[in-house]
Nanobody, 120 residues
Framework: QVQLAESGGGSVQAGDSLRLSCAAS????????MGWFRQAPGKEREFVASINWSGNRTKYADSVKGRFTISRHSAKPTVSLQMSSLKPDDTAVYLC?????????????WGQGTQVTVSS
């Protein structure tokens, strides 16, 4: 099992920046990709960004390309999502996820989520 713990959510104004972090623990190996999804009220959970174990391959949803950056820290089981130029449409619960490739197959491991609210 892999446990994931997110931090860094909050309420900001449109155009502001926010940084989310996710720490993984448990049965971690070099095949573990990590990523972020989000779910707004009344909407399906959607993919946001992912990164592989070595940190040299990233993927992004079209809606966040150029505004969000996912990165892995030297302590590999930790990833961050730097969000810039935030829009009200970015308001959602953001969930950290882990699996072989979160961008391709539904991840088996999930965090509890952290709320991000962007007001206009």
């Amino acid at each position: 099992q892999v446990q994931l713990a997110e931090s860094g959510g909050g309420s900001v104004q449109a155009g502001d920046s926010l940084r989310l972090s996710c720490a993984a623990s448990g049965r971690i190996d070099s095949r573990l990709g990590m990523g972020w999804f989000r779910q707004a009220p009344g909407k399906e959970r959607e993919f946001v960004a992912s990164i592989n174990w070595s940190g040299n391959r990233t993927k992004y949803a079209d809606s966040v390309k150029g505004r969000f950056t996912i990165s892995r820290h030297s302590a590999k089981p930790t990833v961050s999502l730097q969000m810039s130029s935030l829009k009200p449409d970015d308001t959602a619960v953001y969930l950290c996820a882990a699996g072989r490739d979160p961008a391709v197959s539904w991840p088996p491991y999930w965090g509890q989520g952290t709320q991000v609210t962007v007001s206009s």
